[in-house]
C-alpha cells in the first residue's frame, strides 16, 4: 500500500516537473526573439569547427608593380608591343598615358611627355617608321620641342626603325639612349629619359629586345618588353 502511494507521488511529481518546464519553455520562447534563439543554436554547432584564416588580398599598387614606390616619387611602367595585337602601353603614376583604351598608340616609335614637377602628361603622339611621310624628322622635332624639365617615355610597337633617320637617332641618343642606334627591324625597344636634368643611375631606363626567327614569340615579332621602376619627385 505504501508502495503504490509513494510510487503515485513520484508519478504526479513528474507531471508536475513537466508542465512547468513545458510552461517555462513557453514563456521563454514567446519572450526570446526567434533569430537569438537560431544564432546561440548555430554557435552550439560550429564548437569545435577549425577557424577558417583567408590571407588578405594584396593591395595593387600603381601601375601594377609588385611592390610600391616611395613617398614623394612617381610610378613608371614602360611595355612594348607585342606581334600585330598587343598594343604598346606607357604607364605613369597609375594613368594609361599612351593605350589602345586610349587610342592613341600605333605603329612605329610613341612618345609621351610629361611634366616632372606637376608628374601631368604634357603631349602624347605617335610616329610611323614603316611607311609614309617623314614622321622621323617630325618626331626629331617633337623631342626638341620637349619643355626643359621634361620627362619623355618611348615605346616601339610593330616596327620602329625602318624609317628612322640619323637624326631622330642623335637627339634620342642625345637624351641617353644606349640602343637606338642598335635598333633592328621589329625590335621591341622602351626607353625613359629626362630632358634638362639627370635621372638616378640605380633606375632601369632602357631595353630592346630583337627580332630572331628562331626565337620570336609571335610569328615574326619578337616578345615584348617592359621596364618599370620609380623616380624620386625631387631631382629639380
Known amino acids: 500500500m505504501r508502495a503504490a502511494a509513494g510510487n503515485l507521488m513520484k508519478l504526479s511529481g513528474l507531471l508536475l516537473a513537466?508542465?512547468?518546464?513545458?510552461?517555462?519553455?513557453?514563456?521563454?520562447?514567446?519572450?526570446?526573439?526567434?533569430?537569438?534563439?537560431?544564432?546561440?543554436i548555430q554557435n552550439l554547432q560550429n564548437i569545435g569547427e577549425k577557424p577558417v584564416i583567408k590571407a588578405p588580398l594584396p593591395k595593387r599598387q600603381k601601375c601594377d608593380h609588385w611592390s610600391p614606390c616611395a613617398p614623394r616619387s612617381y610610378a613608371y611602367r614602360l611595355l612594348s608591343g607585342g606581334g600585330k595585337e598587343k598594343m604598346a602601353k606607357i604607364c605613369f603614376e597609375d594613368e594609361l598615358l599612351i593605350?589602345?583604351?586610349?587610342?592613341?598608340?600605333?605603329?612605329?616609335?610613341?612618345?609621351?611627355?610629361?611634366?616632372?614637377?606637376?608628374?601631368?602628361?604634357?603631349?602624347?603622339?605617335?610616329?610611323?617608321?614603316?611607311e609614309g611621310a617623314?614622321?622621323?624628322?617630325?618626331?626629331?622635332?617633337?623631342?626638341?620641342?620637349?619643355?626643359?624639365?621634361?620627362l619623355l617615355l618611348m615605346v616601339t610597337h610593330d616596327d620602329g626603325s625602318t624609317?628612322?633617320?640619323?637624326?631622330?637617332?642623335?637627339?634620342?641618343?642625345?637624351?641617353?639612349?644606349?640602343?637606338?642606334?642598335?635598333?633592328?627591324?621589329?625590335?621591341?625597344?622602351?626607353?625613359?629619359?629626362?630632358?634638362?636634368?639627370?635621372?638616378?643611375?640605380?633606375i632601369e631606363k632602357e631595353k630592346i629586345n630583337h627580332s630572331d626567327n628562331r626565337r620570336n614569340r609571335y610569328s615574326g615579332w619578337p616578345a615584348e618588353i617592359q621596364i618599370e621602376g620609380c623616380i624620386p619627385d625631387d631631382l629639380i
Do not use: H
Open 18 to 40: 513537466s508542465g512547468c518546464a513545458w510552461y517555462l519553455g513557453y514563456v521563454f520562447a514567446d519572450i526570446i526573439p526567434e533569430e537569438t534563439v537560431s544564432t546561440a
Open 99 to 130: 593605350s589602345e583604351q586610349r587610342g592613341n598608340v600605333g605603329r612605329g616609335i610613341n612618345i609621351a611627355i610629361v611634366n616632372y614637377k606637376t608628374g601631368k602628361v604634357v603631349s602624347t603622339k605617335f610616329f610611323d617608321m614603316w
Open 134 to 150: 617623314d614622321f622621323s624628322g617630325e618626331m626629331t622635332a617633337f623631342i626638341k620641342n620637349a619643355p626643359q624639365g621634361s
Open 163 to 202: 624609317r628612322l633617320k640619323d637624326d631622330g637617332k642623335r637627339v634620342i641618343e642625345e637624351l641617353g639612349s644606349k640602343e637606338i642606334r642598335n635598333m633592328k627591324f621589329r625590335s621591341s625597344w622602351v626607353f625613359i629619359a629626362a630632358k634638362g636634368f639627370k635621372l638616378p643611375d640605380n
